[in-house]
């Protein structure tokens, strides 16, 4: 199975601060990554696919990028409603597995 | 506009059987690829199974053998038939939509399966 391993686990940053989270695959996953925002008590959102594509509706504060097996999920100018967990996620073979999370909260 | 509406959710004892059903509207359940994902209280996701367009599925190691998705095209619904039910399946559980190639782009609100003694 493609162990998929997220960093950190908890941030916590200011309105307006740029914010990074990586995720890191155990091995070639083809760019094949989505990253999902999810809310407390809600369902996942998808934010981007195929590591770095905008999913429709999404603001272009975030964006995805891609080096080898390293992933990271940028927001650009932190706001209070991007208050959430990040899980990133490999479609490329199965089992699909997730990244452990990763809890963004503002100060 | 696209709604995935699941339930079958509840309280059950360990080694019963449940089904999940997941009602779609806006679009049409033959026509795309359907996945499964839970998430325990508390802790982060996973990946369940996976329901192609052509009946093929896939299913993690942790329900095989236990679980059956399906689909009932007349009723445009997807299913999650969960059999010989552990404490350890105790879960929220998702229904989305998975378009190939993008991820899982649609959720439903899910539906929390408590198994317990």
């Known amino acids: 199975d493609i162990q998929m391993t997220q960093s950190p686990s908890t941030l916590c940053a200011s309105v307006g601060d740029r914010v990074t989270i990586t995720c890191r695959a155990s091995?070639?996953?083809?760019?094949?990554l989505a990253w999902y925002q999810q809310k407390p008590g809600k369902a996942p959102k998808l934010l981007i696919y195929?590591?770095?594509t905008l999913a429709s509706g999404v603001p272009s504060t975030f964006t995805g990028s891609e080096s080898g097996t390293e992933f990271t999920l940028t927001i650009s100018s932190l706001q209070p409603d991007d208050v959430a967990t990040y899980y990133c996620q490999q479609y490329n073979s199965y089992p699909w597995t997730f990244g452990q999370g990763a809890k963004v909260e503002v100060k | 506009e696209v709604q995935l509406v699941e339930s079958g959710g509840g309280l059950i004892q360990p080694g019963v059987s449940l089904r999940l059903s997941c009602a779609a509207s806006?679009?049409?359940?033959?026509?795309?690829?359907w996945a499964w994902v839970r998430q325990p209280p508390g802790k982060g996701l996973e990946w369940v199974s996976v329901l192609y367009i052509s009946g093929l599925t896939f299913y993690a190691d942790s329900v095989k053998g236990r679980f059956t998705i399906s689909r009932d095209d007349s009723k445009n619904t997807l299913y999650l038939q969960m059999n010989s039910l552990t404490t350890d399946d105790t879960a929220v559980y998702y229904c989305?939509?998975?378009?190939?190639?993008?991820?899982?782009?649609?959720w439903g609100q899910g539906t929390l399966v408590s198994v317990s003694s």
């Open positions: 195929k590591a770095s």
């Open positions: 989305a939509k998975h378009r190939y190639g993008v991820g899982m782009e649609y």
């Open positions: 806006g679009l049409t359940v033959r026509d795309d690829y």
């Open positions: 091995q070639n996953i083809n760019s094949w």
